[in-house]
């Protein structure tokens, strides 16, 4: 049976202030509301097969934000003859069908799909697989220094005729599709990590030894995990008992902790678990409302945390604390739109998104962390 393969893009407005929501007893922020929609279906080969375009009327950011009227082209009066917003949304859904998988140009446009389907009271657990076409497109083009990613960085680079604008939602859907069918996509398919490899090469780079991977599906606050004893409760990757984790917990990059645990029955002796396990979290965002929460054990002799992350003293596992860091450097900046594979600011705070909690835990030197 062939594939129900859909790409699309959207633009969306945004407001002058914060749009808090509630979904299911959990304060999020609203990303921005769609006013337009641009899709087409595709089989294999990238090959054409039908077209939908769609402009909407908001409902919450109903005045258009001049950022938004400058990039798009969009006036207030366009705004206004929309479709209404839940009726264009049914009719696209419809459209793609309850098999479809939906593909896009970056990682930008499901979360803000899912968000506006869900405060229109619509079903917001489709599209369940999706696929990001800059890493298909990584895959057999390397992003070389300097290049950009931008889709018209990458039409240009790949000598396709600019015959419409940008910036609108079915024309850049359309040169989406340009670009896949010089591209192998049966095979960028085929090869496209599935969530739980992402999540695994996340948190566990290689070379490493890491153990007992696993993965809890659903919303997570930012700190709640701590208190859940089903997510908070390891296994030695040695004997299998219950690890118990020390009180400090240090936080690496924007989502990450760990802490040095210790597991009763291996305390002491000559194994790997000896002189302590450790544990790491990752919370990692899937979608703009629903998440999972993977996790791992790890066991080692080499450290793969870099030595003088600043380890504060503890008292469980009598670590010393390595030398401070020199304060971090600004971001470069970018001119692209759409980075790669990189989380948009607002989707790294974690109390108004959806993520996942990724955890390891590994065994390591007891008087040095990594």
């Known amino acids: 049976m062939p594939r129900n393969l859909v790409l699309f893009d959207l633009e969306w407005n945004i407001g002058y202030k914060p749009y808090l929501f509630n979904y299911h007893g959990v304060q999020q922020t609203f990303r921005g509301e769609i006013i337009e929609i641009g899709a087409v279906k595709i089989d294999e080969d990238a090959n054409v097969l039908d077209t939908f375009s769609i402009h909407l009327r908001p409902r919450i950011f109903r005045t258009l934000q001049h950022h938004i009227a400058k990039v798009t082209g969009l006036t207030q009066a366009d705004l206004d003859r929309g479709e209404p917003i839940v009726q264009g949304l049914r009719r696209f859904m419809q459209w793609c069908g309850p098999d479809a998988e939906f593909a896009e140009w970056g ?87 599935t969530e739980e490899e992402s999540l695994r090469a996340s948190l566990c780079p290689a070379p490493g030894d890491y153990r007992d991977f696993r993965v809890f599906r659903g919303y997570v ?47 002491g002796t000559g194994n790997e678990a000896g002189k302590g396990v450790f544990q790491r979290y990752k919370l990692a965002r899937r979608d703009a409302c629903t998440g999972a929460l993977p996790a791992a054990s790890r066991s080692r002799t080499k450290p793969d945390l870099p030595a003088g992350n600043g380890c504060a003293p503890s008292r469980s596992s009598g670590c010393r604390p390595g030398p401070k860091r020199p304060p971090p450097k600004p971001p470069e900046k970018h001119k692209d739109s759409r980075p790669v594979q990189e989380t948009p600011p607002q989707s790294r705070s974690i109390g108004d998104m959806t993520k996942k909690l990724v955890f390891c835990s590994r065994a390591c030197h007891r008087n040095r962390i990594y």
């Open 107 to 193: 990682m930008d446009d499901v979360p803000v799909l899912k968000q506006n389907l869900f405060l229109c009271n619509l079903d917001e657990s489709r599209p369940t697989r999706w696929y990001d076409l800059q890493q298909i497109f990584l895959r057999e083009h390397p992003r070389k220094e300097g290049e950009g990613m931008t889709l018209e960085s990458v039409v240009t680079r790949m000598g396709i005729p600019m015959e419409r604008p940008f910036h609108d939602a079915l024309s850049d859907t359309l040169y989406t599709a340009d670009v896949c069918r010089k591209l192998d996509l049966r095979a960028g398919l085929a090869a496209y990590p």
């Open 221 to 267: 606050e930012q700190s709640a995990w701590r208190s859940d004893p089903k997510i908070i409760t390891a296994s030695c990757p040695v004997c299998g008992g219950d690890l118990q984790p020390d009180d400090i917990w240090l936080k690496k990059g924007n989502s990450g902790w760990y802490t040095l645990s210790v597991c009763p029955a291996c305390a």
